[in-house]
């Protein structure tokens, strides 16, 4: 679950932030904090946490800045979170990762806010990212452990690799 909402600083309230903020930070915390007793009971497991290149802006210049503070906020945190966890959670056998698409997502959200691909701005297919996460979640003890990881990298830098 995450929320995408296009809001200006002026027309962007505290309840807005909040909101944006408990859906896509606050709920993977809550969420990590329910599965980790689980997942220690059993001899650990994988959590992995969906983030955003909206989190990992470096320029005003990125028009992906503009009018998405609240969305990259809340990614910049749960990137930072969940990163942060990663070493306390591989004690008890639970690999902690992150996975950023590297691109846009072309999802109907996303295609409704009248973001296209472009030649700077490429596109990924919601099934790439979810083979990435499929095969990232199913590797708690042999994958990677306390790493932001690109969807877009997915057979070529990590995960199993591509024939050539």
Known sequence: AGLFPKLSFEAGTIADLDR?????????????KAAAPVMQRRGGGAMVFMTSGGGQLSAVADPMQADFSFYGASKAALDRWAL???????RSGIAVNTVCPGAFVLTPGVMALGLRETGERPSIPPERVADALTWLAGRPAGGPLGQRLVATEFGQTWGPRRAA
């Open 20 to 32: 944006v903020m408990a859906v896509n930070f606050r709920a993977s915390v809550l969420m990590a």
């Open 84 to 90: 942060g966890v990663a070493p306390e959670l591989s």
